[in-house]
């Protein structure tokens, strides 16, 4: 049976003013309400809204509501965090030496086998470079990087001439065709030369090579003649 305001001499007051008055949310105080934790201290005024008279209400608050309800049932509260328990730590498993990738100073039978091989393989080198000698195949690095030279030279020279050469010519042509066959055959007359002398700078480097002094190296492979269609 809810209390009505004759029998108490403190004014009733608001249910947010009483939410305030304990420090919690008005939902809180509408919660107890509707369980019946708050009934006597509660009045309805004429238009419905329910008024609280509040040292009744502090009463049943506190003979009716738990501590824990008071602080978890509010929608707002923040729930207490339970201590968690620490996580058990697999222990670390152990980490295996890695191989040294050094060779071992005392040697082996794979040090021995690896050694046989590349001896091996140095020899093969050594005598494929000496058979390249003695058949003319290589010069000494110095003439042919002066042959390189000569040629790139000469490439230069031949391309260089040619506008010289045409521009009157051409210059007199109204003709695509007749154009093209003269750009050809200024072309092939230079390639034409250039095989002539890429001729006769491989038969002197393969004379150099043949003729070679016994300490004089050769290390690089001798031209070649360019082919000309």
């Known amino acids: 049976m809810q209390a009505t305001v004759a029998a108490h001499d403190e004014p009733p007051i608001s249910v947010r003013a009483y939410a305030r008055r304990r420090g919690v949310s008005h939902t809180a105080v509408q ?3 509707a369980d019946g934790r708050l009934v006597r201290s509660v009045l309805r005024v004429g238009d419905g809204m329910a008024q609280i008279l509040p040292t ?3 009463r049943e608050w506190d003979r009716r509501t738990s501590p824990a309800f008071s602080r978890i049932g509010e929608p707002h509260a923040t729930p207490p965090r339970l201590p968690i328990a620490p996580r058990p730590v697999a222990p670390a498993a152990p980490i295996a030496p890695r191989p040294d990738p050094r060779p071992d100073a005392r040697g082996g039978p794979d040090d021995y086998r ?14 494929q470079v000496q ?8 010069i000494d690095a110095t003439d ?6 000569e040629i790139a030279r000469l490439v230069r020279n031949q391309i260089q001439e040619l506008p010289d050469r045409l521009a009157g010519e051409l ?7 007749r154009v093209r066959e003269i750009l050809a055959r200024e072309i092939d007359d230079v390639l034409r030369k250039l095989a002539t002398r890429l001729r006769t700078l491989a038969a002197t480097a393969g004379s150099a090579a043949a003729g070679a002094a016994p300490g004089r190296t050769a ?3 001798a031209p070649t003649a360019m082919p000309v269609q």
């Open 31 to 33: 919660r107890a309400i």
């Open 56 to 58: 009744l209400a502090d």
């Open 114 to 127: 690896r050694t046989l091989v590349v001896e091996k393989v140095v020899k093969t080198r050594l005598a």
């Open 131 to 138: 058979l390249d000698e003695q058949l003319g195949r290589l």
């Open 144 to 149: 042919a990087g002066d042959a390189q030279f």
């Open 171 to 177: 210059a007199l042509e109204s003709d695509a065709h």
């Open 219 to 221: 290390t690089a492979p």
